[in-house]
């Protein structure tokens, strides 16, 4: 069973760092790219970012480039997002997803996390 | 960035009606646009990809249909579990975006 579990949100300063991660189980990892989408409470569903299958292309959104890093660990299984110079409009449910196809960057979502709430509050 | 519009913000119908809801780009994105089902307090589910492909495991009273500028997902006769909100995205052009969302409520 294709599973991916988020963690490391929680509550943040204005202005502070934080890291999330997505461990990932039940597929073949270094054969997929990944995806971060965020969700503001009550709000629609917003592309963040996306490493590929061996962490040699990456994107991001224009709302959060030069402040959130995304990186893989293949050993692992892994997924992190290294998130900078926080800001209120940061606030949301991160949840990260799967490519649908294999070795190919082809931003359909097919497996989803459950999300880990990020609130950047004074 | 493409600007993908739903319409409308919110259908409310009953069991057993058939469900239209529209999707419209602010540029061509060919035939690469998908949509997604999340119910409320759970991740989004993949339903349709390419415009008219059903992802695994998804039944087939969903239908997705349209290129171009204007697609519509069609759920032939609702069920009790399909109302939720649902999201169409496009990954033609970088960076992949979705529309607002069409909240799906029973009558």
């Known amino acids: 069973e294709v599973q991916l579990v988020e963690s490391g949100g929680t509550v943040v300063r204005p202005g502070g760092s934080l890291r999330l991660s997505c461990v990932t189980s039940g597929f073949i990892f270094d054969e997929y790219g990944i995806n971060w989408v965020r969700q503001a409470p009550g709000k629609g569903l917003e592309w963040v970012s996306h490493i590929n299958w061996n962490g040699d292309s990456i994107g991001y959104a224009g709302s959060v480039r030069g402040r959130f890093t995304v990186s893989r660990d293949n050993d692992k299984k892994s997924i992190y997002l290294q998130m900078d110079s926080l800001r209120a409009e940061d606030t949301a449910l991160y949840f990260c997803a799967r490519d649908s196809s294999n070795y190919v960057e082809n931003y359909y979502f097919d497996y989803w996390g459950q999300g880990t709430l990020v609130t950047v509050s004074s | 960035d493409i600007v993908l519009t739903q319409s409308p913000a919110t259908l409310s119908l009953s069991p057993g009606e058939r469900a239209t809801l529209s999707c419209r780009a602010s540029?061509?994105?060919?035939?690469?646009l998908a949509w997604y089902q999340q119910k409320r307090g759970q991740a989004p589910r993949l339903l349709i990809y390419?415009?008219?492909n059903r992802a695994s495991g998804i039944p087939a009273r969903f239908r997705g249909s349209g290129s171009g500028t204007d697609f519509t997902l069609t759920i032939s006769s609702l069920e009790p579990e399909d109302f939720a909100v649902f999201y169409c995205q496009q990954r033609d052009s970088w960076p992949p975006v979705f529309g607002q969302g069409t909240r799906l409520e029973m009558k």
């Open positions: 540029q061509n994105v060919g035939f690469y």
């Open positions: 390419d415009a008219s």
